[in-house]
C-alpha cells in the first residue's frame, strides 16, 4: 500500500490495484477502500522497532507489520 498526503492510497491484492481514502480517528489509520466489495477497516500501530518497522493491529484483530520504503517518481 502506498499512501499519499493528499488522503488517499493505492494498493496491490493479487492482480488487481485499487484505491481509497485515509483517515485518522481515535489515534487509529483507518482505510476506506473504493471498491465496494471491499470494507473500511481501522489499524492500531505498536512501537517502532529498532528495524524502523512496526506492528499494526487491525479493529479485527488481524497483525500486519509495516515497513516504510522510500516513494519512487511516477514515470
Do not use: H, I, Q, Y
Amino acid at each position: 500500500m502506498v499512501s499519499s498526503e493528499d488522503g488517499t492510497f493505492t494498493f496491490t491484492l493479487g492482480d488487481e490495484t485499487g484505491t481509497g481514502t485515509v483517515t485518522e480517528t481515535d489515534g487509529k489509520v483507518c482505510l476506506d477502500p473504493d471498491a465496494e466489495d471491499l470494507e473500511s477497516n481501522c489499524w492500531t500501530a505498536g512501537e517502532v522497532g529498532e528495524d524502523g518497522s512496526w506492528p499494526s493491529t487491525s479493529d479485527t484483530g488481524e497483525v500486519v507489520t509495516v515497513s516504510r520504503v522510500e516513494a519512487t517518481a511516477a514515470e
